[in-house]
């Protein structure tokens, strides 16, 4: 499906019949091609059971990974899928091996998902390190703890509740010289910007698909680059490369990438995540394009009514965060008007996808500062 022009995709979206959608750091609206390709599989299980199952993974899932993959700029046999990114985290958590002193360093902007996994790690001797930053000086303070006993650093490519887009690279390359491994969070980024794990050199990055991918909840993946974790911290019946043999007499480490999916995995929610990416790859300058062209819209429209902006402008992605005093009050009066979006951190979070438009942009603006003078 190549598109032209961004608003020739609002037709599979049903959601916009009725609302004004700028929720997808949220939860994302699939769109249509997407849920008949779930529904498709969903439908062969109803007609035909186990044969439709087992036809959809005779190649190992291969078909599915390989469309993620090529959005990512990885390898297939370096994509795995998993159920949200919470588990993505706690993989690499309890996969790493540990030693007393060593130390992970996070920070006070991520979403818990990044930070609470590590604190299983208290008990080994590791610290978390959750350094204290802000949108305009992220870089720098990451940097400035990262030290020889840095095991990890664990970020998000994209802040959730400040719109921030981090330099993944500048992080790295300190990561890189105290031998630090980097965890990098793309649940915000990925189908809304352009990510490449190779040219970033992250060694691990992790997506629940619902948000930016416009895939159901459920759906996910995690990138391990090659060489790293062969031995999965958690065994299940397909951790094992003779897992169809049900031998429990036997077991085999599995080497490829479903060596991380210990049962059986969602197959109608990942199926519509790999149509969701195979859309993105193919648009993936349109919407890129679109996507940080709206969020710069709303900044400064959002500015030429004096309202303060928490996102850098030259700094973001798709999530833009402006500051109101009652944010929880304000979405609710947005909501009756049928307007969606979400309080997070100081303020209210507008995240634009690559098919909204300037009108509902503007809409939106307009309406937070009407509440906002009711309000107060």
């Known amino acids: 499906m190549r598109l032209r022009d961004p608003r020739e995709f609002r037709e599979n979206l049903p959601v916009t019949r009725k609302y004004v959608y700028l929720n997808h750091a949220a939860v994302s609206p699939t769109p249509l091609p997407s849920l008949f390709e779930a529904y498709r599989y969903l439908y062969e299980v109803a007609n035909r059971g186990s044969i439709a199952a087992n036809e959809e993974e005779e190649d190992e899932l291969y078909h599915i990974r390989s469309k993620i993959a090529n959005l990512i700029g990885a390898y297939p046999d370096e994509i795995s899928l998993i ?115 190779e040219e970033l050199d992250v060694d691990f990055a992790i997506a629940g698909g619902y948000k930016w991918l416009m895939s159901p909840q459920g759906s996910g993946f995690i990138y391990v680059k090659r060489g790293l974790i062969e031995d999965p911290p958690f065994y299940g019946w397909k951790t094992s490369a003779d897992y169809l043999d049900f031998n429990p007499n036997k077991f085999t480490l599995e080497k490829g990438p479903r060596r991380f999916e210990i049962g059986t995995v969602d197959i109608a929610a990942n199926l519509s995540l790999a149509k969701s990416c195979e859309i993105i790859s193919e648009n993936m300058e349109l919407i890129e394009s679109s996507v940080t062209y709206l969020s710069q819209f709303a900044i400064r429209l959002a500015k030429d009514h004096n309202m303060e ?68």
Do not use: C, M
């Not at 981090?166 to 992080?171: L, P, Q």
């Not at 500051?323 to 979070?349: A, F, M, Q, W, Y």
């Open 83 to 197: 159920p949200n990114t919470s588990y993505g985290v706690n993989l690499v958590a309890h996969g790493l091996e540990w030693k007393k002193d060593d130390n992970i360093v996070t920070d006070n902007l991520e979403f818990p998902t990044v930070v609470y996994p590590f604190l299983k790690l208290a008990k080994k001797g590791v610290k978390v390190n959750v350094v204290k930053t802000n949108p305009y000086n992220f870089e720098e303070d990451i940097i400035s703890n990262i030290n020889k006993n840095t095991r990890l650093v664990a970020i998000s490519h994209v802040s959730f509740n400040t719109g921030l887009k981090v330099d993944v690279r500048k992080i790295v390359k300190a990561a890189r010289e105290n031998d630090a491994l980097v965890l990098l969070d793309i649940i915000q980024s990925a189908g809304a910007v352009r990510i490449n794990v």
């Open 309 to 376: 902006v928490i996102t850098p402008e030259e700094k973001r992605a798709g999530i833009v965060v402006v500051k109101v005093k009652k944010p929880k009050e304000v979405v609710k009066e947005l909501l009756r008007e049928d307007i969606v979006v979400s309080p997070r951190g100081e303020g209210i979070r507008i995240s634009t996808h690559f098919y909204n438009t300037e009108e509902e942009v503007q809409k939106t603006i307009e309406k937070i500062l009407e509440i906002e003078r009711k309000l107060n």
